[in-house]
Nanobody, 122 residues
Framework: QVQLVESGGGLVQTGGSLRLSCAAS????????MGWFRQTPGKDREFVAVTSASGVTTSYADSVKGRFTISRDNAKNALYLQMNSLKPEDTAIYYC???????????????WGQGTQVTVSS
């Protein structure tokens, strides 16, 4: 079992930045690939970014590539998402998730946090 808690969401203007954090507890954090996903009302949850267990390999959705950076600190059991040049369409609830396999698919992930709201005003 892995417990995940997101933080760092909030209200920001277009072009601004936010840094999301995900604190993990339970089983060995460094054994899991970690992903960020987001969801808006009436839409399916979508992939944002993923990092391998070591943090060496990362992947991003095309919509955030070049603006968002995923990183992790295995010594602190923490995952981060640095979001720059934010746009109104980035408004969503952001979730971190854990899986033993490197994947961009929502349904592959077994452990999820409760989410943190990000709102970008125009």
């Amino acid at each position: 079992q892995v417990q995940l808690v997101e933080s760092g969401g909030g209200l920001v203007q277009t072009g601004g930045s936010l840094r999301l954090s995900c604190a993990a507890s339970g089983r060995t954090f460094s054994a899991y690939c970690m992903g960020w996903f987001r969801q808006t009302p009436g839409k399916d949850r979508e992939f944002v970014a993923v990092t391998s267990a070591s943090g060496v390999t990362t992947s991003y959705a095309d919509s955030v590539k070049g603006r968002f950076t995923i990183s992790r600190d295995n010594a602190k059991n923490a995952l981060y998402l640095q979001m720059n040049s934010l746009k109104p369409e980035d408004t969503a609830i952001y979730y971190c998730a854990a899986h033993v396999v490197y994947s961009v698919r929502v349904n592959d992930y077994q452990y999820w946090g409760q989410g943190t709201q990000v709102t970008v005003s125009s």
